[in-house]
C-alpha cells in the first residue's frame, strides 16, 4: 500500500520539476519550450489528483505539497515566462505586472487551501492551473503570429491583469471532476472526444489558446448576457417581478 500511495506525490513532484524547467528555459531565452513546460505540470497536476481518489490515499501533506508545487509551476513559471516574452520592455511596470499575477496566485491557493475539502461541481475563481495555460497557450499563440500582430506586449499586459482579477474574483467556473455519463451517452461523446484532439492536435498553437480563452471568459460572459437579456427583455423582467415573494418571519406573538 505504501508504494501505491507514493505514486501521487510522484507525479506532484514532476509537476514541480516541469515547472522549475520552465522557469530555467525562460531565463535562457527558450520561451516555447518553457511554454510547452508549463502544459506538461498541468498534466502530472490533474493526474497526482486523480491517482490520489482512486487510490484512496489523498492526505493533507499531499494537498500541501501539491499547492507548493503549484505555486512553482502556475505562479512564478507564468509570471517570469510573461515577463521575459513581452513585459520587460515596460520596466518596473513589467515586473509588477509578473508580480501582481504571482501574488493573486498565491491568494488563490491559499483560499482553496482553507475551503472546505472534497469534489465540487464548480471552482470559486479561476483555477490557476488554467490560468497558467492561458499565460502559456496565449504566449505560444503570439509568438506565431508576432508579425501580423506587432501590439503583443500591450495584449498580454493587459490579459495578465485581467487573469489576475480572475484568479482572486468570486465567478464560478465549471470543474470536469464530477463529469458523469451514462453508457450511452458514451457511445457520442467519445467520437466527439476523438475529434476535439484531432483539432487540437492539428492546430495546437491556435486550438489552445482559444480552447482556455474561452474557458477564462464563459463566466463573465455568462453574467453579462444575462444581464442583457434582463434589459432588453421588459416582459421577462414583469413576470420575474409578479412573481409572490414569501417574507417567511418568526412570529413573536
Not at 10 to 24: E, H, M, Q, R, S
Not at 125 to 147: C, H, M, R, Y
Amino acid at each position: 500500500m505504501r508504494k501505491i500511495a507514493l505514486l501521487p506525490h510522484i507525479f506532484t513532484t514532476g509537476n514541480l520539476f516541469a515547472g522549475f524547467f520552465a522557469l530555467v528555459s525562460a531565463l535562457s531565452g527558450k520561451i516555447t519550450v518553457a511554454s510547452w513546460a508549463i502544459f506538461v505540470a498541468m498534466i502530472c497536476d490533474v493526474l497526482d489528483g486523480r491517482l490520489a481518489r482512486l487510490t484512496s490515499s489523498a492526505t493533507r501533506f499531499g494537498m500541501e505539497y501539491d499547492s507548493l508545487c503549484d505555486m512553482v509551476s502556475f505562479g512564478v513559471a507564468p509570471g517570469l515566462l510573461a515577463y521575459e516574452f513581452a513585459l520587460k520592455p515596460y520596466g518596473r511596470y513589467g515586473w509588477l505586472a509578473a508580480f501582481i499575477y504571482v501574488a493573486c496566485t498565491a491568494l488563490r491557493l491559499a483560499r482553496f487551501n482553507v475551503e472546505e475539502p472534497g469534489v465540487k461541481a464548480y471552482f470559486k475563481g479561476l483555477p490557476s492551473p488554467a490560468a497558467a495555460g492561458l499565460v502559456a497557450a496565449t504566449v505560444i499563440f503570439l509568438n506565431q503570429v508576432g508579425a501580423v500582430f506587432p501590439v503583443k506586449h500591450v495584449a498580454l499586459v493587459l490579459m495578465i491583469y485581467l487573469v489576475s482579477f480572475l484568479m482572486i474574483s468570486p465567478l464560478p467556473y465549471p470543474s470536469f471532476k464530477v463529469l458523469r455519463f451514462r453508457e450511452s451517452q458514451l457511445t457520442y461523446l467519445l467520437p466527439a472526444l476523438i475529434l476535439a484532439f484531432a483539432v487540437v492536435a492539428a492546430e495546437p498553437r491556435i486550438t489552445l489558446f482559444i480552447v482556455f480563452a474561452l474557458y477564462a471568459s464563459w463566466p463573465p460572459l455568462k453574467i453579462l448576457a444575462l444581464r442583457l437579456v434582463r434589459l432588453l427583455s421588459p416582459g421577462w423582467r414583469r413576470s420575474s417581478e409578479a412573481e409572490p415573494r414569501f417574507d417567511i418571519r418568526k412570529n413573536e406573538d
